[in-house]
């Protein structure tokens, strides 16, 4: 977790000083990491984070952030043995040098101890390290006065979004069966059971990732199938079919649904287990989870956190990347890194989830998205009316789960949706706007 601190002031006056700080900036004690804080003036203006060792070249898109921060100084901290660190404090420093970036301090932590790389005087900087304590020092103890957090490792600020267990878990799944059961009722009566989960392809309609990236119509891959492969046969002669006439409705019922949800999360409301799993079958329709991108406010974090901890993991993907696009946003990229780690281990090839993992690791801002976010009447206009096909990728997701029967009746046994473990491709956590 990132926190801001742009409105205090840091002193920092020694190495021990920064090892102290460096924590705060990145919202936890690092450890097998690489972290760069660029300052303009004195004011660290982004603190980024990469795991060690890296691969060579994985820095390469600090010289484009020196350019458009307007770094003039960085500090470079490496925490972990030599042999991973060097390379990768070696590799920042010639590209702040070639960039024209002043190098004022550049260290080594390891087991309680300091070197230095810009300092060759054994006096203050002797050859077995100096030791520090970066929790009992007067800018720690001046970071807690002020509010600051630093967790103690990547781990727990891993679980503030992890999944939900216990009670929560068991009601969710109850809820998520039933709204499931509620859906394939409504969908038999419709289409007289013929509608058939298959792996949808484009058929050129256009999301709000294709038009936030400058993506060419007809290259989204995520969002319907060709009519012929839906199993719902068209009415004759053109007329639009009761499946097509059934999609419309869930579409503008799931569009209802964020609205609504939005609006409870403002006023502080949290979403009950029906709700809540309601909307994340809805969210499942790209044309739905759209409306959330279009509409998405800083504010909008505590709703997305809370769906990303309780939903069943195939329907996390969607939330999970609304909450990374809310923290990008808001300037923590480290939540939105760990949000879209989240998304891409269940669903390695989520397409929101790999464009914006994309952003992190070249070190975009947020503001590259500005001018490019479709509203919603430019979505409806460039997708058309809804179609059966766009009900596919939900279709998919629920083909092979279980009714809720077995469920309320205590019988959990495993989840039927894929598991919620492991991690996907990582991007540097970075962190924006920072004073030190």
């Known amino acids: 977790m990132t926190t801001d601190i742009?409105?205090?002031?840091?002193?920092?006056?020694?190495?021990?000083?920064?090892?102290?700080?460096?924590?705060?900036?990145?919202?936890?004690?690092?450890?097998?990491?690489?972290?760069?804080?660029?300052?303009?003036?004195?004011?660290?203006?982004?603190?980024a984070r990469w795991n060690v060792p890296m691969p060579p070249g994985t820095l390469a898109p600090l010289t484009a952030l020196f350019q458009r921060e307007e770094v003039s100084q960085v500090v470079v901290v490496g925490y972990g043995p030599g042999e991973a660190v060097t390379p990768a404090v070696d590799e920042a420093t010639a590209i702040?040098?070639?960039a024209g970036v002043e190098v004022a301090e550049a260290l080594r932590a390891h087991d309680g101890r300091y070197w230095s790389y810009v300092c060759d005087s054994a006096t203050c900087?002797?050859?077995?390290?100096?030791?520090?304590?970066?929790?009992?020092?007067?800018?720690?103890?001046?970071?807690?006065v002020r509010g600051l957090v630093a967790l103690p490792d990547r781990q727990t600020l891993q679980r503030t979004i992890a999944p939900a267990t216990g009670p929560v878990r068991l009601a969710m799944r109850r809820a998520t069966a039933d709204a499931i059961h509620t859906l394939r009722t409504a969908l038999t009566t419709t289409s007289g059971g013929a509608v058939s989960a298959v792996h949808p392809v484009?058929?050129?309609?256009?999301?709000?990732?294709?038009?936030?990236?400058?993506?060419?119509?007809?290259?989204?891959?995520?969002?319907?199938?060709?009519?012929?492969?839906?199993?719902?046969?068209?009415?004759?002669?053109?007329?639009v079919s009761a499946s097509d006439e059934f999609a419309g409705v869930f579409v503008a019922e799931g569009l209802a649904r964020v609205r609504a949800a939005l609006a409870r999360a403002a006023a502080g409301d949290r979403l009950d287990d029906a709700e809540a799993a309601r909307l994340g079958l809805a969210l499942a329709v790209i044309r739905v989870r759209d409306e959330a991108w279009t509409l998405m406010d800083?504010?909008?974090?505590?709703?997305?956190?809370?769906?990303?901890?309780?939903?069943?993991p195939a329907f996390i993907p969607p939330v999970a990347s609304l909450l990374a696009?809310?923290?990008?946003?808001?300037?923590?990229?480290?939540?939105?890194?760990?949000?879209?780690?989240?998304?891409?281990?269940?669903?390695?090839?989520?397409?929101?989830?790999?464009?914006?993992?994309?952003?992190?690791?070249?070190?975009?801002?947020p503001a590259v998205l500005d001018g490019r976010m479709?509203?919603?009447?430019?979505?409806?206009?460039?997708?058309?009316?809804?179609?059966?096909?766009?009900?596919?990728?939900?279709?998919?997701?629920?083909?092979?789960?279980?009714?809720?029967?077995a469920l309320h009746a205590g019988d959990l046994g495993p989840s039927a949706f894929p598991s919620d473990t492991g991690s996907g491709p990582g991007a540097p956590d970075l962190a924006d706007e920072k004073t030190t």
Not at 13 to 36: E, K, M, N, R, W
Not at 133 to 140: K, Y
């Open 325 to 365: 696009m809310a923290g990008w946003r808001a300037g923590d990229s480290i939540l939105a890194t760990i949000a879209l780690e989240r998304a891409l281990a269940i669903d390695p090839h989520y397409s929101m989830a790999n464009l914006l993992m994309h952003a992190l690791q070249h070190l975009l801002p």
């Open 96 to 98: 702040a040098a070639g």
């Open 125 to 144: 900087c002797p050859p077995e390290g100096t030791p520090y304590d970066p929790r009992s020092s007067r800018v720690a103890a001046e970071a807690t």
């Open 202 to 239: 484009s058929d050129g309609a256009v999301s709000a990732e294709a038009g936030a990236y400058g993506v060419e119509a007809g290259a989204v891959s995520d969002v319907a199938v060709p009519e012929s492969a839906s199993g719902v046969p068209r009415v004759s002669g053109g007329a």
């Open 6 to 47: 742009s409105a205090t002031c840091l002193t920092l006056t020694s190495p021990a000083d920064i090892l102290a700080a460096v924590p705060y900036l990145v919202g936890f004690h690092p450890a097998d990491s690489l972290i760069v804080v660029g300052l303009a003036q004195s004011r660290a203006k982004v603190a």
């Open 374 to 405: 479709p509203a919603p009447d430019e979505l409806d206009a460039a997708m058309g009316e809804p179609r059966a096909s766009w009900l596919q990728p939900l279709l998919a997701l629920i083909e092979h789960h279980p009714e809720p029967d």
């Open 298 to 312: 800083d504010s909008h974090i505590a709703l997305w956190k809370d769906l990303t901890r309780r939903l069943e």
